[in-house]
């Protein structure tokens, strides 16, 4: 199985800032790489597919990138509203493995 | 508009079996890749199993051998049937459609949510 291992597990912003979050593959995924944002009770949300494609809808300020194992998500000029967990997934291979997940929250 | 909704989640005693139930609309689950996402209380994000297109499934080692993923193409509706559950079982289950695993899943249910106690 591929693990997915994410970095750092929480961090802590201020609006306006730049977040990079970190996403590492026991084994090489080429770009089958797919990033999600996640709100206490709500589902969640695709963000950025294939490492680095943004998903209709998505703003501009998420962007990703990476290819084989190693995987960035960065947010530009955080908002209020992406204060939440985000997790990498990878879809190379059966079993469809996310990252433990980074938590932004608010400094 | 594509949704899913999710139901058949409760609270169930250790051993027990349970049936969830993920009704789509706007697009066919037949012609899609479906899967179950749950999340433990506290914890993060775990995929649970796969049904693809073809009909091929797989399903997370915590899982294998006793959750069966499940299509009704009839009624428009995926299944997860959940037999011997544990406390460890307990969490919120989403289901969740992908068009192609490349495009990663990009619809979602609100969840359901599954106690096992």
């Known amino acids: 199985d591929i693990q997915m291992t994410q970095s750092p597990s929480s961090l802590s912003a201020s609006v306006g800032d730049r977040v990079t979050v970190t996403c590492r593959a026991s084994q090489i995924i080429s770009t089958y790489l797919n990033w999600y944002q996640h709100k206490p009770g709500e589902a969640p949300k695709l963000l950025i597919f294939?490492?680095?494609t943004l998903q209709s809808g998505v703003p501009p300020r998420f962007s990703g990138g990476g290819s084989g194992t190693d995987f960035t998500l960065t947010i530009n000029s955080l908002q209020p509203e992406d204060f939440a967990t985000y997790y990498c997934?990878?879809?190379?291979?059966?079993?469809?493995?996310f990252g433990g997940g980074t938590r932004v929250e608010i400094k | 508009e594509f949704q899913l909704v999710e139901s058949g989640g409760g609270l169930i005693q250790p051993g027990g079996s349970l049936r969830l139930s993920c009704a789509a609309s706007?697009?066919?689950?037949?012609?899609?890749?479906m899967n179950w996402v749950r999340q433990a209380p506290g914890k993060g994000l775990e995929w649970v199993s796969v049904l693809y297109n073809s009909g091929t499934t797989y399903y997370a080692d915590s899982v294998t051998g006793r959750f069966t993923i499940s299509r009704d193409n009839s009624k428009n509706t995926v299944y997860l049937q959940m037999n011997n559950l544990r406390a460890d079982d307990t969490a919120v289950y989403y289901c969740?459609?992908?068009?192609?695993?490349?495009?990663?899943?990009?619809?979602w249910g609100q969840g359901t949510t599954v106690t096992v106690s």
């Open positions: 969740a459609r992908a068009r192609q695993l490349v495009y990663g899943m990009d619809v």
């Open positions: 294939a490492a680095d």
């Open positions: 706007g697009f066919t689950v037949r012609s899609d890749y």
């Open positions: 997934q990878q879809s190379y291979s059966a079993p469809l493995t």
